[in-house]
């Protein structure tokens, strides 16, 4: 049973298009983790969310963690192709079970 | 800044052979894990040390092994290599849980 769930699996969107990534779980989590992972590369820690209703900035990516800490959102704004990867959610204490993924391509 | 090193960065292995993969943590870094993702799917936890000592098991199979050295690097050993291990084996570090983990680019496996 997969315990965070992402949606959309896959997106496929213009430069200069906004986007919403979505990491949903039934279970409480004490922090959450983005990450970008690039082929052939490990993933590359974006950002840790640790209380319920934090807003973090990251230049043109803003995360949200749910006011319940059971979900999470990550939103990119006028999206590059740089931005191009898989977008994992992960959360637990001291072992991350990680997210379904979300595989973004953004066209030039 | 040093990161987490794994080594190597590709292997290919016979069905039936072994394999060790190799990973050096960030200095001071006292958690150590070991995730294992096949194509197109998310990073699955297989292992992870606390201070030299396991901390944690996941779905790792009994053909596998793990530990943690004295200067905190870790080897990860597979043996009797089947097909579907061929996956990306990834390690990770972190100091205290819930911060999250760096983690190494990751070898590559390929069972032939």
């Known amino acids: 049973t997969q315990l965070l769930e992402q949606s959309p699996q896959f997106l496929s969107i213009q430069e200069g298009e906004n986007l919403t990534v979505y990491c949903n779980s039934s279970s409480v989590f004490s922090s959450l983790q983005w990450y970008r992972q690039e082929p052939g590369e490990g993933p590359v820690l974006l950002v840790t969310v640790v209380t319920g209703g934090e807003v973090k900035k990251l230049k043109r990516l803003t995360f949200q963690f749910g006011d319940a800490r059971k979900d999470s959102s990550l939103h990119i704004t006028a999206a590059q192709p740089g931005d191009t990867g898989l977008y994992l959610c992960a959360a637990g204490t001291y072992k991350y079970i990680f997210g379904t993924g979300t595989r973004l391509k953004v066209l030039a | 800044a040093a990161g987490v090193i794994q080594s190597p960065r590709h292997l290919i292995k016979e069905k039936r052979e072994t394999a060790t993969l190799k990973c050096y943590p960030i200095?001071?870094?006292?958690?150590v894990y070991w995730y294992q993702q096949g194509p197109g799917q998310d990073p699955q936890f297989l292992i992870s040390f606390y201070e030299k000592m396991q901390s944690d098991k996941g779905s790792i199979p009994d053909r596998f092994s793990a530990q943690q050295f004295s200067d905190y690097h870790s080897e990860l050993n597979m043996s009797s290599l089947e097909l579907g291990d061929s996956a990306l084996y990834f390690c990770?570090?972190?100091?205290?849980?819930?911060?999250?983990?760096?983690f190494g680019s990751g070898t590559r496996l390929t069972v032939v």
């Open positions: 200095p001071r870094h006292d958690t």
């Open positions: 990770a570090s972190s100091l205290g849980g819930g911060n999250g983990y760096t």
